[in-house]
């Protein structure tokens, strides 16, 4: 049994596509529901000047300069946007979300805004047509400049960039977040968040993590440990369940493999399984491997939670504009 959990542990791998917005905090922000909040930011602010968009004639369009560094999840409640466009009564959307952008740029120059936003449209019809600001994240500049962070002892900025990185499934960052941690470098020691980061580094794929894990469970309690590795989980899985974040299904099910004391063949499978349908590199193996182990009564169940799981982590990445 042995033999096998540290096989399949081997065989697991993931790489992650990260992107990078310039919406404050956004990776860990529902953007479907940004999204969402932006026209209702739009629509809060045209009735400040009597105009009930939903009820003009169609093709119509509205467009509002949009400050995205400033799209706050306190702005997005109450906040209003200082210039507005908008058209009705157009022959096509096309021409109405023109219109509505020149009537904006207008509202913005009248107010000396320059460049401090941008007119986009927001809706057309009753279509939200907002598109968020989604780069490619540079995963390796934003660690190097973490480490350099860390060396000139800036390491309050240092653990910040390390944490973002982290949340988005980075072993590296997590395990030097871990470090930074269990060090008391810059903040207090705090020897249960190092043990966390350190476990999700293992799960990640980081071979350095078990030094870390082992001096860090020294200093905790059995129940300290059993909660953490319980917080691990029900994060990793709050990942995948409501942000459809792809770069969690292999460190889960690793966590079935290797964190109880007998192994949960069933849970890995069924995580394995999804893991499989998105092409994740060496999962299908891994899958098969593990299905030897599970109790044939309950594959049919736990295929069909896989295949529950898989349509959900879909509906919200395309909810969301991400490729699988």
Not at 7 to 12: D, G, I, Q
Not at 37 to 60: A, Q, V
Not at 82 to 90: K, M, P, R, V
Not at 267 to 287: C, D
């Amino acid at each position: 049994m042995l033999k096998l959990r540290n096989l399949v542990f081997l065989l697991l791998f993931l790489i992650v596509n990260k992107i990078f917005s310039i919406v404050p905090d956004l990776e860990n922000r529902d953007q479907s529901k940004v999204k969402n909040d932006i026209l209702d930011t739009y629509l809060r602010s045209m009735g400040k000047w009597d105009i009930p968009f939903l009820d003009l004639l169609e093709n119509k369009s509205g467009a509002a300069c949009i400050q995205w560094p400033n799209m706050t999840e306190d702005f997005l409640k109450e906040g209003m946007f200082d210039a507005l466009g908008y058209s009705q009564n157009i022959p096509n959307k096309n021409a109405s979300q023109i219109a509505a952008v020149a009537g904006c740029k207008k509202m913005k120059d009248y107010y000396k805004l320059g460049n401090t936003c941008k007119c986009e449209v927001v809706i057309t019809n009753d279509q939200n047509q907002v598109i968020l600001p989604i780069v490619k994240f540079d995963r390796k500049k934003e660690f190097d400049e973490a480490v350099k962070l860390y060396k000139n002892e800036k390491y309050q900025e240092s653990h910040k960039k390390f944490l973002k990185l982290s949340k988005l499934g980075d072993s590296a960052s997590q395990y030097n977040l871990s470090t930074i941690l269990y060090k008391g470098k810059g903040f207090p020691q705090n020897f249960n968040k190092s043990y966390y980061w350190a476990l999700s580094s293992k799960l990640y794929g980081e071979k350095k993590s078990d030094i870390l894990i082992k001096k860090s469970t020294k200093r905790l309690s059995k129940e300290e440990i059993s909660q953490t590795n319980q917080e691990l989980k029900d994060n990793l899985e709050k990942l995948v369940m409501n942000k459809g974040a792809l770069h969690s299904i292999v460190p889960l099910a690793k966590w079935f493999v290797t964190i109880p004391e007998k192994p949960d063949y069933s849970n890995a499978y069924k995580w394995l399984s999804v893991a499989s349908a998105f092409n994740i590199k060496n999962t299908k193996i891994a899958r098969d491997r593990i299905f030897k182990r599970v109790n044939k009564d309950l594959i049919s169940t736990i295929q069909l939670e896989a295949n529950e799981i898989f349509d959900n982590v879909i509906k919200i990445n395309k909810t969301n504009g991400v490729n699988q």
